[in-house]
């Protein structure tokens, strides 16, 4: 009696299985591309954001920098260590605040008095800014996208993020570091269509000193596309993590 | 097929990341699941295509050179990538006859990452630049 109901569980799981995978094999990925809407004019009186803007891809920052991370002891081991088949997003893990900026897809900014929201197409992920005066809780949660706050300098939007985990990559050349990180962002609005944006991190665990990396938005020509990482997410089944 | 894959590729070298960079989209660092130094290619016909996220791919089948079908599994870029270099879907058709050039994977036999995919008039379908 009880081999036929363990029987007839693992026949259930088998077309539990079955039906998963059929419904993954026909989902489709965007298949046309449409422009963004338009930005809607941000609160006077503080630069305007709003848009849909194309980023800068950086997957190897030693390039860009012109040299290695200024690395302590414990980030040069785990770089030299790095196992690049455990890239966090090749599993569709969070990219984090920092990476997503650095990724070939666009990025829509809404921007009111309180808050700035991010909407990134990488993973279909968001994040928020605080604009609202407040300060990071204390203790602060670790996550994969930790805390932000932000405030307005002239032109720039400075944003100051605590409270990450240590499980995400910087950069797909596999640059890692500890929950002690802290980001800082800045962007400036250099022109109507123009953001330079400057990341800075900050880490005493990985990190001999702060180091940054500086890139550029453009307008995006084209709006944001569906990106479910899951949907047919093959390279599980072939990364190389030993 | 654990064999192909060497131990010291655990460090990637330089060459490696920079190619991961540039064909990966972001997903995933191309040095963790294909061996740039393995490179291969052949021609057959193309038999699936899944225009799916995080990667595109598509199912060739191709006879060696003992005259055995060889069913191989190919990936290429981000979908949402490839609309915006302006490709199609049905740029690639199941039924199309074409040449495949790329490096295989580390994991198994017969999946690789394709960098040239060409179609007997000598189109590259879904490449880096926009038609």
Redesign the interface.
Known sequence: MRASRSGRRCAVAVAAVATLAAAAASGQAPRQLAAPPPADPGPEGLPDFNGVWAVEYIPNVEQRIGGPVPYTEVGQEAWDNRVMGEDPTGYCQPSGPSRVFHTPFPVQIIQTESQVSFLFEMLHMYHRVFTDGRDHPNPVDKTWWGHSIGRYEGNSLIVDTVGLNDRTWLYTSGVQHSDQLQLTQVFEKTDPDTIRYTVTYDDPVFFTEPWSVTSEFTRSEYDLLEFICTENNRDIAHFITE | M?AR?PAR????V?S???L???S??????????FNADDPVSFEGVVTRI????????FYVDAVDEDGNVVHW?A?TT????L??RGW??DDLKVGDRVTVEGAR????EN?MNARNVTLPDGRRVFSRDAR
Do not use: D
């Not at chain 2, 899944?50 to 791919?57: C, G, K, T």
């Not at chain 2, 994977?105 to 198994?108: D, E, K, S, W």
């Open positions: 654990n894959y590729v655990g460090i990637a330089t490696l990341v920079l991961a960079a540039t990966a989209s972001a997903h995933h660092s191309f040095s963790g699941q899944e225009w799916q996220n995080p990667h595109v791919w599994e990936e981000n979908p949402n990538t609309l915006r199609k879907p994977a580390f994991c198994c999946v």
